[in-house]
């Protein structure tokens, strides 16, 4: 069997006054797979998942979730769908199980398997003794476990999650990918969106790239990072007037020409297996010392400032500076 | 009819979640039971040897006029609600759900009801016992509560209208208090019409807060209604018509941004 996709939208186009948020958005999502929209505050993410989840109507184009219509079928979307957002939407004045009792009871389960799902979700996020709580006496981190097990009250077979981890501390941030994780492997669908280069790299079979209104790239992480470029020796010499003679030494093995930056060699190489030993051996013959030597992967940053010519947002660099 | 069922299901789980916030909030509990009671207290005790009432104890004249501004405010609670859903995103979750989109707002409005009845039993009974009397018949009693819950409901649609229309919980609390302090005021409800000055009289006696209060005065005390009650009524009714497609409309503008 052919399976159809999961989400898949046709020429999207949303504007708010003059500014224009979604430009044309194309995207298809494989049933089973995670899917990163990826960019920056502003570029139409946010703008792609609410219309998406029924929330907004798109001016034009079209999209289809779980093979029905978001602006026909609006109301058959809905039951398929899951959303989980970077506002935690729970109710603060309600505990957690009655939260999810609540949502269950909106999806129409009826009392008792409602009440029965929301003990089940409640352990499964580690939230079991809070349950009794009023979440307005939760941590930021656990409201964003609740609100993601609200999502997943009725086990729909397709998940949004709008920036699931903007805003949280970096283990908060682990623990929430690893229950994302746990979920795509029993088979549920995810878009999620990022501003998080690392978060896609680490979660999304595919990722979309969009800033100002349009997928600007899309593919595999690797496909995208291939972009940039392979991978990369970093080497830092003990000497750092020897650069040029370096360069021309290691010319042979490079898979592009090497270049000085920041008192470094820096050599792009179209394998690492091996090449560390053959960039040693070189500049052992031309008898130059290395301090130190490493390889540099690219990362999604790197994919970033490539596609559109400037980095991506700064709260991903002060996440980056937290997280090591 | 499937519809139907979950219309009525989901109104009952998001009036029930309504219901829930009051006794956790205690800043809303003291604004339904401490605060209309020290009115209450204020108005007998300390205006009330001051305003002449010709016919009646002033605590037989200002009970009812009390319990109708009461009901009418107690609906703020779906306006700081809703206003509160919204700003917190709350409202993109209850509408990403399969439920009938309506019971948001059917849901608060509902749970207002059970707040009012609430309300009554605690103006009642501190009426009771400084000395208001019922001088009508069991059945105007029940008539004149009625009134007064079907008053509750409809201003619970005007504060609804408010809550959605006001960009944060403290904005709404204000512009419902600011817009409807005054017209609870200039009535009947407090001091008779006839002392006020000749060109605030003709306001006070149009403005549909005497009416409502003229007709629960006439169901609790016996007295002759006139067009009160049946006035009183339409009033109400026209306020429903009116508020509640407005509502879902600003209801289905703001959350379609």
Redesign the interface.
């Given at each position: 069997m052919l399976a159809q996709p999961a989400v898949e939208t046709t020429r999207l186009h949303k504007s708010?006054g003059s500014v224009e948020a979604l430009r044309g958005v194309d995207l298809r999502v494989e049933t089973g797979s995670v899917f990163g929209l990826l960019g920056p505050n502003g570029a139409g993410k946010t703008t792609a998942v609410?219309i998406l989840?029924?929330?907004?109507?798109p001016d034009d184009g079209s999209a289809q979730v779980a093979g029905f219509d978001v602006v026909h079928d609006a109301?058959k979307v809905?039951?398929q769908?899951?959303?989980a957002?970077q506002?935690?939407?729970?109710?603060?004045?309600?505990t957690g199980f009655?939260n999810l009792e609540?949502?269950g009871?909106?999806?129409?389960l009826g009392r008792g398997p409602s009440r029965a799902r929301a003990r089940e979700l409640l352990s499964s996020f580690d939230l079991a003794d809070a349950g009794g709580r009023?979440v307005r006496t939760y941590s930021g981190g656990m409201r964003r476990r609740l609100d993601l097990a609200?999502a997943l009250v009725a086990r729909p077979p397709v998940l949004f999650l709008d920036e699931p981890t903007t805003g949280l501390d970096i283990r908060s941030r682990i623990g929430l990918w690893d229950a994302i994780e746990a979920l795509v492997s029993e088979g549920t669908t995810v878009l999620l969106t990022t501003q998080y280069l690392d978060e896609a790299d680490r979660l999304a079979d595919r990722i979309a790239v969009i800033d100002q209104g349009l997928v600007i790239a899309e593919g595999t992480p690797d496909e995208l990072k291939d972009q940039v470029g392979g991978e990369r020796l970093d080497i830092h010499l003990c000497d750092s007037q020897r650069g040029e003679e370096a360069v021309a030494a290691l010319a042979s093995i490079a898979s592009d020409r090497p270049f000085l930056e920041d008192g470094s060699v820096r050599v792009p190489v179209a394998q690492r297996r091996g090449t560390i030993a053959e960039a040693v051996r070189a500049l052992d013959d031309a008898g130059i010392a290395i301090d130190d030597i490493s390889v540099s992967v690219p990362t999604l940053d790197d994919v970033f400032l490539n596609l559109t010519g400037r980095p991506a947002e700064p709260e991903t660099e002060e996440l980056k500076v937290e997280a090591r | 009819m499937t519809a139907l069922r979950y219309g009525i299901s989901d109104t009952l789980v998001l009036a029930k979640r309504s219901l829930l916030r009051i006794p956790r909030q205690p800043d809303l509990l003291v604004g339904f039971t401490i605060q209309p009671v020290l009115f209450v207290l204020l108005f007998v005790y300390v205006f009330g040897g001051a305003i002449k009432t010709p016919g009646f104890d002033y605590v037989d004249f200002l009970m009812p006029g009390i319990i109708v501004q009461s009901i009418v405010f107690g609906g703020f609670v779906t306006a700081l609600g809703l206003s509160d859903d919204l700003k917190k995103g709350l409202i993109d979750r209850f509408r990403s759900l399969p439920m009938t989109r309506s019971a948001l707002l059917t849901g608060r409005t509902l749970g207002d009801v059970v707040t009012n009845i609430f309300q009554l039993v605690v103006m009642f009974t501190v009426g009771l016992l400084i000395g208001f009397n019922f001088s009508s018949s069991v059945g105007e009693v029940v008539a004149g509560i009625l009134l007064l819950l079907l008053i509750g409901y409809a201003f619970s649609w005007v504060f609804a209208f408010i809550g959605l229309s006001s960009s944060s919980p403290e904005a709404s609390n204000a512009y419902g208090f600011t817009i409807l302090f005054p017209v609870t005021f200039v009535s009947s409800a407090f001091v008779p019409v006839d002392t006020m000055p000749s060109w605030l009289q003709p306001i006070a006696e149009h403005n549909p807060f005497t009416t409502m209060v003229d007709a629960a005065r006439a169901l609790f005390l016996g007295i002759p209604a006139g067009n009160s009650v049946w006035l009183a009524s339409v009033w109400t009714i026209a306020i429903i018509a009116v508020f509640a497609p407005l509502s879902a409309w600003r209801y289905r503008r703001v959350v379609t941004r």
């Open positions: 708010y609410r989840t029924t929330l907004l109507l109301s809905r039951a769908i899951g959303l957002g506002y935690a939407a729970v109710d603060e004045n309600l009655e609540m949502v009871r909106l999806y129409h009023l609200a | -």
